[in-house]
């Protein structure tokens, strides 16, 4: 195996890494703003029908996640870092295609399997970004994939928005050759960075034989069950979205994306820039002691939210409760050793796609049964989402005090 670049040749990897999460992240921000009327038109049902079947279609995507995570997490630790991410945007270049084609829910859901799969190759990226980090930046680090998340966001309803005028395939053709484009990017800037391959265990390559794995390291257990309850709780956005701000403030598919996109900017900018401000002075365990009560209050407000406005001017305020992930991926990262950040990785993607898959269904099932009928409350999963976070918050406050806790020594 290579050795890690030094800083200066981290530049172009990094790059092709970021690029890779964001065209991963279009996918979901291309097919969020019109779900609601495509549905509505394919399997001709009402707005609250639309969105159990919204909610199946976002569970099998998890549910690959779920399946493929740490098998992927512990290819990465045996084969390395590049073959699997060059085999992932090899394959959203293909499923982007297979979307551009689909006539169908059948297709639709074919699509959906596969684009599950490939971005089960997150856990990968993020080792990547382990690999090449020192410690106490780990968590900045990882905060630059989740602004690459964010900034798919934002990219997804822009260029679905602007292409939607050559009709509704363009904005996949699109997304293909950016997948394309990048892959050749890959081929050429991507170094390996697995200095310590590790032996291929298919006990540890599954999602309970790798939190078994993972849960046994001294108090990673704890930090698993925290980050599964607030990944829950924090799902109810991709999940209820659409659906919330239509029933609530009469949103057309236009608004939902440009409120998305607003959402994006905001995390793109606490991820990518505020981060590293905020963790190295208070620490990765006092910044999620401040930030999750902080994500239930703003949970609160949203399902109580009078008007479009507040709900606009809400969207940058919550979207900076979005250091709590990358803050609680590096508290992890800095117990579990160089061979296992991959497998990691996996799990912690594994137990985020568990929680893909209940809370769209939980969510869109309490979304329908507070709407439909005379009912008329769609905040009431925010409601729910904000009960999940005070259980992460209070989680979080029983498990033991380690180093993390601490800020880290500035340079």
Known sequence: ?????????????????????????????????????????????????AAL?????????????????????????R???????????????????????AGSIWLLLLGRI???????????????????????????????????????????????????????????????ILSGANLALGLVVLPETM??????DWRR???????????QLPGLGALMVVWFFYQIANWVYPAVWAYFTQSAFGWDARMVGLSLAAYGISMVVVQGGLIRLIVPRLGEGRTLRWFLPYNAAILMAVAFVPNGLTMLLLTPLSALGAIVAPALQGLASRVADEDQQGE??????SITAVAAIVSPILMTRVFSLATEGERHFPGAPFLVAFALMVVSF???MRRTPDPGDAPAARD
Not at 195 to 200: E, S
């Open 114 to 176: 596969i684009a599950g799969i490939a971005a089960a190759t997150m856990a990968t990226a993020n080792a990547f970004m382990a690999d090449i980090s020192d410690p106490k930046k780990k968590a900045q680090n990882f905060g630059l994939i989740s602004a690459g998340f964010g900034a798919g966001f934002v990219l997804g309803p822009v260029i679905g928005g602007l292409l939607s005028e050559w009709g509704p395939r363009a904005p996949f053709w699109a997304a293909a």
């Open 205 to 215: 390559a599954n999602p309970l034989g790798g939190l078994r794995a993972i849960g």
């Open 394 to 396: 209070l989680l979080f």
């Open 344 to 349: 990691l990785q996996g799990v912690l993607a």
């Open 53 to 77: 079947w919204g909610g199946v279609l976002s569970s099998v995507y998890a549910l690959m996640q779920f399946l493929f995570s740490p098998t992927i997490g512990n290819v990465s630790d």
């Open 1 to 49: 195996m290579t050795d890690i670049p030094a800083p200066r040749a981290r530049t172009f990897p990094v790059i092709f890494i970021v690029a890779t999460i964001v065209i991963e992240a279009m996918g979901i921000g291309l097919i969020l703003p019109v779900m609601p009327d495509l549905l509505r038109e394919i399997q001709g049902a009402d707005l609250a029908q």
């Open 195 to 200: 200095r310590r391959p590790r032996a291929f």
């Open 79 to 101: 084969f390395g870092r590049r073959p699997v991410l060059l085999a992932s945007m090899a394959v959203l270049f293909v499923d982007y295609i297979i979307m551009a084609l």
